[in-house]
């Protein structure tokens, strides 16, 4: 097929009939719908409408799960030494999902509203895939968690509780000592407190908690697995629907 | 020049364009100039002095050539001339914003401005496949047992096809120039073919990294650009259309589904931890390094669908595809012409 082989075979009655065997094989194609100007605009439209989407909803969450953690950060000193021995999930779950879920459930909903009209305005005959996003994003699965008030009545339950099983250790210790009495006993429940906090650290109790909270962020929010699928996968697989679909309108 | 073409040809970019283009009344789209309504306003062609800027590649350097040149033969009005006509070919691409469709190996409008365009380009997909090659060598040897030396083979026969369609330009005897371009039409097709394929090896084997697949589908673009070019030379209209169709159909099969999102994720490292400031900076990151990636996919995409676009405002101009481009190859000071609608 080089340059050479060209040469050789220079005839115009060979390359007409090249030329008529590529036409006839060109026209006896499927026919299929030529590719306007107008279709290709709107199909990149479509997948540049659906970047947009993707990539603002991710940085919504993590923006929120930053926060979310930084305020986790905050509460590690009263988690006890059960939270994070048994359960840190459970930890990291009452205390993540709560706090993600006021820093994202409006902006989002805000967002992917925002995006369905852009998507309308790219074709008029897209209204109906944007009422039924909007309408979808009511059915986006947030994790189940107790309102930020809730939040904070467990988190001062959660002190007291710390705090008492703490003082009856503390006062149990103190009855055994006997004549040294309540104010003693109270003396050494504020040091074992200290000392708790101290140890729990050291141990990496808090490391293990922070290591619960980056997966709960991973697993319920940003992930990508299929199984519970989290907020953002959620979104996104909406979003692949509805472009998917949008993209054969034209 | 043509008296039909006379009216609507423009050389270089006319001051309404250029407000159109940056108050987003028009907007460029592969090689037309569209207008809010989605009518086509200009349609562009690249003309021989692209040549000339793109080879040299630095514009300063490239004046500073032409100065050297003309110094040595003494003509001052020559340097005048061609110090013009350099900074004029320069200032209607950056008028455009169109560096990067002039460096596309799809090209302006038809590539018909000379050979050294083409062996321009095909050096930068030369360039390209020589900058990854043992990662090519791994993809194409697992499927394909073949390697680097084998693309750079079929890339030699690109080179052997555009010579021989640019040479063609200058025969007296139309017939065999006619025959030659049709030659250049049905041996593409084989190429065709091969850097489609490699293509889609490429992108179904390294999902995670698109610029192996980029060089291929350089390639695909470049001999799909001069397939339809050689039709045109001999006006036939009706079979270029169709190469442009299934050109660009096959250009979407491989390309029309990626998206900046996708490259972005997986552009991102493995061990990157989410609900971070790392993971908010990495994405940004990505995305930055990304968009140019994705506008580059999309550039090509548009600039082979819009191929033949011309022909419409041609026919009723009544000026045949090969005049139209005997027309542009004549060009001497502008690096791209427009032809209003």
Redesign the interface.
Known sequence: MGFSAIADIDSHYAARRIFEVGEAIASGRKVRKSMEIDTLQFRQDVLAWRDEILIAAAAQINRAAIESREHFETLLPFASFKDALWDPDAFATLYIDPQMLERTEMSLKRILVDSAQKLSSLNPELDGFANAMIEATEQIAFPECKSVDEQGANLRQSDIEDSRSSSERAEGLSAKLGHLGRTIGKRIARTSENVGVLVRDRAGVHARLRQAAAQRIDHAWMGEGKAPRSVLSQVALMVDEVASHARLVS | MIDALAPFLIRGIPPEARAGLANKSLKL??S?I?NSN?S?AYHLQEAAPLANILVTGNPAALLGQVASEVVQISQNEIIRRGVGRIEQGLSSLNDLAAANLAFSAAGIGISVAGFALIDFRLKQIERSFDEMSTRLDQILSSIERVQHDRVEHDL??IR??A??FEESWLLTDS??A???W??V???G???QEIFSRRARIALDRDRDDYSSADPFLEAFALISGLRIASLLSCN?VS?AR??E??S??RL?QLT??I???DL?RNALPDDL?????R??LE?AKA?EAMRPV?ARI?TR??LL??RT?VLPSLEAKNVSPRDWFAQTRSEDAEAIVLLRD
């Open positions: 789209f592969g037309v569209r989605g086509i030699g026969e052997g096809l010579e021989l017939g065999r006619e025959s030659n049709r030659r039409y049905q041996d097709a084989g190429l036939e079979v169709r190469i169709e299934d660009t159909h979407l029309g589904s998206s900046l999102i972005v931890e989410k609900g971070t400031r993971w908010q994405q995305c994705v999309r995409e548009q669908a819009t676009a």
